[in-house]
């Protein structure tokens, strides 16, 4: 599936990208290849074959979620630079 330059330099203003016509011309041959190969996969029989969204099987390595003791509020604003009624006080970001 052959992809035309303007295609490329559609994709490029999509990202926010400036192709010259060298990268232009290497980012259509790449690109093809790739929907050509795109192309090859399409056409393998998948019939019974589950669908994946890892190779590998994966399994949870979190811990239990438990609760602990926590800080009390004088304590986690101890180090605070600036705080004001029982919080921290950021400046302001937003006009």
Same mark, same amino acid.
């Given at each position: 599936?052959? /992809? ?17 016509? +060298?990268?232009?011309? @290497? ?6 290849? =790739? /929907?050509?190969?795109? &192309? +090859? ?14 190779? =590998?099987? /994966? &399994? ?12 009390? &509020?004088?304590?986690? /604003? ?6 004001? &009624?029982?919080?921290? +006080? @950021?400046?302001? @970001? =937003?006009?």
């Amino acid at each position: 599936m052959p /992809l035309t330059p303007e295609e490329v330099e559609h994709v490029a203003l999509l990202g926010r990208l400036e192709l010259t016509a +060298q990268e232009r011309e @290497v980012f259509t041959r790449q690109l093809s290849a =790739i /929907l050509d190969y795109f &192309q +090859q996969l399409r056409e393998l029989d998948t019939t019974g074959v589950p669908p994946t969204s890892h190779v =590998i099987p /994966l &399994q949870n390595v979190f811990r239990e979620d438990e609760s602990g003791k926590s800080l009390s &509020q004088e304590e986690t /604003l101890a180090n605070a630079p600036e705080q004001q &009624q029982g919080c921290f +006080q @950021v400046p302001r @970001v =937003i006009e």
